[in-house]
Protein backbone atom coordinates (compact mmCIF):
# COMPACT_ATOMS: atom_id res chain seq x y z
CA UNK A 1 0.00 0.00 0.00
CA UNK A 2 2.84 2.14 0.55
CA UNK A 3 4.49 1.97 -2.39
CA UNK A 4 1.06 2.80 -4.21
CA UNK A 5 1.34 6.11 -2.72
CA UNK A 6 4.87 6.93 -2.99
CA UNK A 7 6.48 9.40 -5.45
CA UNK A 8 6.75 6.01 -8.10
CA UNK A 9 3.20 4.94 -7.22
CA UNK A 10 0.74 5.51 -9.44
CA UNK A 11 -1.51 7.51 -7.75
CA UNK A 12 1.44 10.17 -7.06
CA UNK A 13 2.50 10.20 -11.17
CA UNK A 14 -1.83 10.51 -12.35
CA UNK A 15 -1.51 13.45 -9.74
CA UNK A 16 1.41 14.91 -11.28
CA UNK A 17 0.76 14.37 -14.32
CA UNK A 18 -2.85 15.87 -13.90
CA UNK A 19 -1.39 18.83 -12.32
CA UNK A 20 1.47 19.64 -15.14
CA UNK A 21 -1.47 19.29 -17.92
CA UNK A 22 -3.48 22.10 -15.64
CA UNK A 23 -0.65 24.63 -15.00
CA UNK A 24 0.18 24.08 -18.72
CA UNK A 25 -3.64 25.06 -19.93
CA UNK A 26 -3.74 27.67 -17.51
CA UNK A 27 -0.09 29.07 -19.05
CA UNK A 28 -1.67 28.35 -22.24
CA UNK A 29 -4.94 30.60 -21.29
CA UNK A 30 -2.80 33.23 -20.15
CA UNK A 31 -0.73 33.27 -23.20
CA UNK A 32 -3.49 33.92 -25.45
CA UNK A 33 -4.99 36.83 -23.96
CA UNK A 34 -3.43 39.28 -26.54
CA UNK A 35 -5.52 37.66 -29.06
CA UNK A 36 -2.53 37.98 -31.50
CA UNK A 37 -0.18 35.99 -29.61
CA UNK A 38 -2.45 32.99 -29.57
CA UNK A 39 0.00 31.16 -32.02
CA UNK A 40 3.00 31.66 -29.91
CA UNK A 41 0.97 30.40 -27.09
CA UNK A 42 -0.40 27.22 -28.92
CA UNK A 43 3.15 26.54 -29.98
CA UNK A 44 4.31 26.70 -26.75
CA UNK A 45 1.73 25.01 -25.14
CA UNK A 46 2.26 21.53 -27.42
CA UNK A 47 5.86 22.23 -27.25
CA UNK A 48 5.63 21.53 -23.38
CA UNK A 49 2.74 18.87 -23.52
CA UNK A 50 5.48 16.54 -25.37
CA UNK A 51 8.67 17.66 -23.61
CA UNK A 52 7.38 17.85 -19.84
CA UNK A 53 4.57 16.24 -19.21
CA UNK A 54 4.65 13.46 -21.56
CA UNK A 55 8.65 13.18 -21.14
CA UNK A 56 9.35 14.44 -17.66
CA UNK A 57 11.70 16.75 -19.28
CA UNK A 58 12.74 20.36 -17.72
CA UNK A 59 9.66 22.20 -15.72
CA UNK A 60 6.32 23.07 -17.18
CA UNK A 61 6.12 26.91 -15.96
CA UNK A 62 9.50 27.60 -17.93
CA UNK A 63 9.97 25.36 -20.56
CA UNK A 64 6.04 26.90 -21.46
CA UNK A 65 8.25 30.74 -21.98
CA UNK A 66 11.06 29.12 -23.42
CA UNK A 67 8.78 27.70 -26.01
CA UNK A 68 6.76 31.02 -26.34
CA UNK A 69 9.79 33.07 -26.69
CA UNK A 70 11.11 30.83 -29.33
CA UNK A 71 7.95 31.05 -31.53
CA UNK A 72 7.03 34.19 -30.86
CA UNK A 73 7.62 36.35 -33.99
CA UNK A 74 6.00 33.50 -36.27
CA UNK A 75 3.85 32.90 -34.08
CA UNK A 76 2.03 36.19 -33.95
CA UNK A 77 2.33 36.41 -37.68
CA UNK A 78 0.26 33.15 -38.43
CA UNK A 79 -2.16 34.83 -36.03
CA UNK A 80 -2.19 38.15 -37.75
CA UNK A 81 -2.45 35.79 -41.11
CA UNK A 82 -4.99 33.38 -40.12
CA UNK A 83 -7.03 35.82 -38.47
CA UNK A 84 -6.89 38.26 -41.21
CA UNK A 85 -7.80 35.59 -44.07
CA UNK A 86 -11.04 34.26 -41.56
CA UNK A 87 -12.16 37.48 -41.20
CA UNK A 88 -12.62 38.04 -44.47
CA UNK A 89 -14.25 34.83 -45.64
CA UNK A 90 -16.44 35.09 -42.62
CA UNK A 91 -17.31 38.74 -44.06
CA UNK A 92 -17.65 37.64 -47.50
CA UNK A 93 -19.97 34.99 -46.23
CA UNK A 94 -22.19 36.79 -43.90
CA UNK A 95 -22.40 39.34 -46.55
CA UNK A 96 -24.12 36.53 -48.90
CA UNK A 97 -26.25 35.23 -46.41
CA UNK A 98 -27.94 38.47 -44.83
CA UNK A 99 -28.34 40.42 -48.45
CA UNK A 100 -29.01 36.74 -50.51
CA UNK A 101 -26.44 37.82 -52.94
CA UNK A 102 -26.34 35.59 -56.12
CA UNK A 103 -22.84 34.11 -56.75
CA UNK A 104 -21.32 31.65 -59.06
CA UNK A 105 -20.10 28.46 -58.21
CA UNK A 106 -16.52 29.38 -58.83
CA UNK A 107 -16.62 32.06 -55.67
CA UNK A 108 -18.48 29.32 -53.53
CA UNK A 109 -15.80 26.74 -54.76
CA UNK A 110 -12.78 28.75 -54.11
CA UNK A 111 -14.26 30.06 -50.46
CA UNK A 112 -14.38 26.03 -49.48
CA UNK A 113 -11.26 25.54 -50.70
CA UNK A 114 -9.53 28.37 -48.97
CA UNK A 115 -12.00 27.50 -45.38
CA UNK A 116 -10.47 23.68 -46.01
CA UNK A 117 -7.06 24.98 -46.91
CA UNK A 118 -6.86 27.24 -43.58
CA UNK A 119 -8.15 24.70 -41.10
CA UNK A 120 -5.99 21.41 -42.32
CA UNK A 121 -2.72 24.13 -42.32
CA UNK A 122 -3.71 25.87 -39.03
CA UNK A 123 -4.33 21.81 -37.41
CA UNK A 124 -0.79 20.93 -37.76
CA UNK A 125 1.01 24.39 -38.03
CA UNK A 126 1.98 25.20 -34.38
CA UNK A 127 3.01 21.51 -33.59
CA UNK A 128 5.13 21.89 -36.84
CA UNK A 129 6.20 25.44 -35.42
CA UNK A 130 7.32 24.24 -32.12
CA UNK A 131 9.63 21.71 -33.17
CA UNK A 132 10.77 23.07 -36.59
CA UNK A 133 13.42 26.19 -37.33
CA UNK A 134 11.75 27.18 -40.78
CA UNK A 135 10.00 30.48 -42.23
CA UNK A 136 6.96 30.65 -41.85
CA UNK A 137 5.88 30.19 -45.65
CA UNK A 138 7.89 26.75 -45.15
CA UNK A 139 5.83 25.82 -41.89
CA UNK A 140 2.60 26.24 -43.85
CA UNK A 141 3.74 23.95 -46.48
CA UNK A 142 4.90 21.12 -44.11
CA UNK A 143 1.61 21.27 -42.21
CA UNK A 144 -0.32 21.49 -45.29
CA UNK A 145 1.98 18.38 -46.71
CA UNK A 146 1.63 16.45 -43.36
CA UNK A 147 -2.46 16.67 -43.21
CA UNK A 148 -2.72 15.35 -46.77
CA UNK A 149 -0.16 12.00 -46.34
CA UNK A 150 -1.69 11.83 -42.83
CA UNK A 151 -5.31 12.35 -44.04
CA UNK A 152 -7.00 9.37 -41.48
CA UNK A 153 -4.86 11.12 -38.71
CA UNK A 154 -6.10 14.54 -39.79
CA UNK A 155 -9.39 12.86 -40.22
CA UNK A 156 -9.58 11.70 -36.44
CA UNK A 157 -8.40 15.52 -35.11
CA UNK A 158 -10.69 17.67 -36.87
CA UNK A 159 -13.69 14.90 -35.45
CA UNK A 160 -11.96 14.63 -31.99
CA UNK A 161 -11.60 18.14 -31.84
CA UNK A 162 -15.08 19.04 -32.57
CA UNK A 163 -16.57 16.84 -30.30
CA UNK A 164 -14.11 18.28 -27.44
CA UNK A 165 -15.50 21.60 -28.38
CA UNK A 166 -18.84 20.64 -28.25
CA UNK A 167 -18.45 18.85 -25.14
CA UNK A 168 -16.92 21.89 -23.59
CA UNK A 169 -19.83 24.21 -25.32
CA UNK A 170 -22.54 22.14 -24.13
CA UNK A 171 -22.25 18.90 -21.88
CA UNK A 172 -19.16 19.92 -19.16
CA UNK A 173 -18.62 22.70 -16.56
CA UNK A 174 -17.11 25.55 -16.99
CA UNK A 175 -14.17 25.26 -14.58
CA UNK A 176 -13.47 22.32 -16.95
CA UNK A 177 -11.76 24.69 -19.25
CA UNK A 178 -8.38 24.73 -17.67
CA UNK A 179 -8.14 20.75 -18.03
CA UNK A 180 -10.19 19.95 -21.07
CA UNK A 181 -7.89 21.48 -23.77
CA UNK A 182 -4.67 20.06 -21.68
CA UNK A 183 -6.32 16.74 -22.33
CA UNK A 184 -6.64 17.04 -25.78
CA UNK A 185 -3.44 18.41 -26.66
CA UNK A 186 -2.25 15.52 -24.50
CA UNK A 187 -4.32 12.82 -26.17
CA UNK A 188 -3.56 14.40 -29.92
CA UNK A 189 0.09 14.61 -29.61
CA UNK A 190 0.88 10.64 -29.81
CA UNK A 191 -1.49 11.36 -33.30
CA UNK A 192 0.65 14.36 -34.02
CA UNK A 193 3.82 12.84 -33.07
CA UNK A 194 3.20 10.34 -34.96
CA UNK A 195 2.72 12.30 -38.79
CA UNK A 196 5.98 14.25 -37.38
CA UNK A 197 8.46 11.68 -37.15
CA UNK A 198 9.24 11.12 -41.04
CA UNK A 199 10.14 14.62 -40.89
CA UNK A 200 12.16 14.85 -37.69
CA UNK A 201 16.14 15.19 -38.83
CA UNK A 202 17.62 11.44 -38.34
CA UNK A 203 20.72 10.28 -36.17
CA UNK A 204 22.59 6.99 -36.12
CA UNK A 205 22.15 4.30 -33.42
CA UNK A 206 25.63 2.28 -32.57
CA UNK A 207 24.38 0.04 -34.48
CA UNK A 208 24.17 2.19 -37.86
CA UNK A 209 20.51 2.39 -37.83
CA UNK A 210 18.59 5.89 -38.15
CA UNK A 211 16.26 6.80 -36.08
CA UNK A 212 14.58 10.34 -35.09
CA UNK A 213 16.48 12.93 -33.08
CA UNK A 214 15.19 13.10 -29.28
CA UNK A 215 14.27 16.98 -29.75
CA UNK A 216 13.16 16.40 -25.90
CA UNK A 217 16.52 15.65 -24.50
Known amino acids: MGQLFS ?24 GCIPVVTIGASTAAFYYVMVKSVRKDV ?7 WRGY ?42 SGLLILLMVLVTLYLFPVMS ?49 TPGLWCYASSFLVERAMKPYMPKSQTPEGEEQPENWYD
Open 7 to 30: TDGIIYRFLNKTGNIILATILWLA
Open 131 to 179: RFDMKLSKLCTLAFVISIRYWYITAALIAGLAVVVLAQLYLLPLPLILL
Open 58 to 64: GYVHSEF
Open 69 to 110: KMNFKKGVAATVLLLALGTVLGLEMRMVLENNVEVSRIWYSL
